[in-house]
């Protein structure tokens, strides 16, 4: 792969075992000549990972709303900065850069991005893998609601094996590079009475 989208938070959280996380993913980019596309923050996560990647003269292309860049929350030391009107047109032109996404610790946001992502593979209109970094179990809970989802009717088996769920960056790099998506079949279930 050659670049990767990374959703994470803008904020650093509260326990240090999620930085070192982005970190790790940062330094694992920079050393595999992988590029990353994200937010385009300083701040939280996305901060972290950029400086990482950053530190070892590493691709990073950040995509940031007007909205946002007004708040000074742009990272200076990226070089490429998309600006753009939208969070959705955002979404839109990091989807044609990259390769692959990965999702890791975050909020509202962090959430919004992955699911979308999931879904335009889920419709076929992508077939790029899409990690999850679980660190810490950070994720469990939303990993038992995606089998409660399933288990009622309401996602395909086909559709929750979909995101790549790993503890380490390393594990999880080996599953989006092995990647393969699931073959084209019916969007909508349809149930016959």
């Known amino acids: 792969m050659k670049r990767i989208a990374v959703f994470c ?7 240090p075992v999620y930085k070192e996380a982005a970190k790790e993913l940062g330094n694992y980019f920079a050393n595999n000549q992988i590029g990353m596309v994200y ?14 990647i950053l530190s070892y ?12 860049e007004k708040e000074e929350v742009v990272h200076a030391g ?18 044609k850069l990259i390769d692959g996404y990965i999702t890791l610790p975050g ?14 593979n889920q419709l ?3 077939q790029k893998p899409v990690g999850l970094l679980n660190v810490n179990g950070f994720f469990d809970a939303v990993l038992l609601q995606l089998d409660k989802m399933v288990e009622e009717g309401y996602l395909k088996q086909t559709n929750r094996n979909m995101l790549l769920v ?17 073959k084209v079949e019916a969007i909508i279930n349809k149930v016959v009475r």
């Open 9 to 15: 938070g803008s904020s650093i959280g509260f326990n």
């Open 39 to 52: 937010g385009g923050g300083k701040v939280g996560l996305m901060g972290v990972i950029a400086d990482e």
């Open 57 to 68: 003269k590493g691709e990073v292309i950040g995509v940031i709303p007007t909205l946002l």
């Open 78 to 95: 990226v070089e490429e900065m998309i600006v753009c009107k939208k969070m959705s047109e955002r979404k839109v032109i990091m989807s």
């Open 107 to 120: 909020g509202f946001g962090t959430l919004d991005e992955l699911f979308e992502a999931l879904t335009l």
């Open 124 to 126: 076929h209109i992508e």
């Open 166 to 182: 790993a503890n380490s960056v390393d594990n999880l790099m080996q599953k989006m590079n092995n990647y393969t998506a699931p």
